[in-house]
């Protein structure tokens, strides 16, 4: 089976459909390190630690850790369902990205100069110029960007679009 990192070995694979599925490391990067905000917040209800500047408020020092423990377990549900619902399918007519809470279809047409950009410290995605974009929309395909980067790097991604397209572009 052809691996995901090889960007070049994708394309081999055009007019497609190719589906790129999210890296199971990152995800569970995520899930180990919201598990520990969970023992933390339990350890804290355990050991009845003070609220400190929020006991003024009233707040008791447990309501935070259960208020931590079940904050960070919805995240690690959605750490561990998230990745078998995200992929994105390159075909010769677009690109379809499937999330858990929908999808967005694009056609070649209109998308275009696909580059990885830095959203926050050490997380780059790929934004592209997006035809009839809005900023009200609610759907980051629909404003230009890929919110994930399907097991390769951003820049090889954006490379791995731009060469798709093009050569989606040309056959047509």
């Not at 677009?94 to 209109?110: I, L």
Request: net charge neutral; glycine share 10%.
């Amino acid at each position: 089976m052809l691996s995901q990192n090889n960007a070049e070995g994708i394309l081999s694979r055009f007019p497609g459909p190719v589906t790129l599925r999210p890296s199971l490391k990152k995800w569970s990067v995520l899930l180990v390190c919201y598990a520990a905000v969970v023992a933390l917040g339990l350890a804290g209800v355990a050991l009845g630690v003070d609220a400190g500047w929020l006991g003024a408020f009233g707040i008791q020092g447990h309501w935070i850790g259960w208020f931590l423990a079940a904050l960070f377990s919805a995240f690690m549900l959605m750490a561990v369902i998230a990745p078998s619902l995200r992929r994105l399918t390159l075909d010769r007519e677009g690109f379809e990205v499937t999330g858990p809470f929908g999808c967005g279809s694009v056609a070649w047409q209109d998308a275009n100069h696909f580059k990885a950009a830095e959203i926050y410290l050490w997380v780059e995605v790929v934004a592209f110029d997006r035809a009839n974009a809005t900023k009200e929309c609610a759907s980051s395909v629909r404003r230009g960007q890929l919110g994930e980067t399907f097991g390769l790097a951003a820049s090889d991604l954006a490379t791995l679009m731009n060469l798709w397209r093009e050569r989606a572009i040309s056959s047509q």
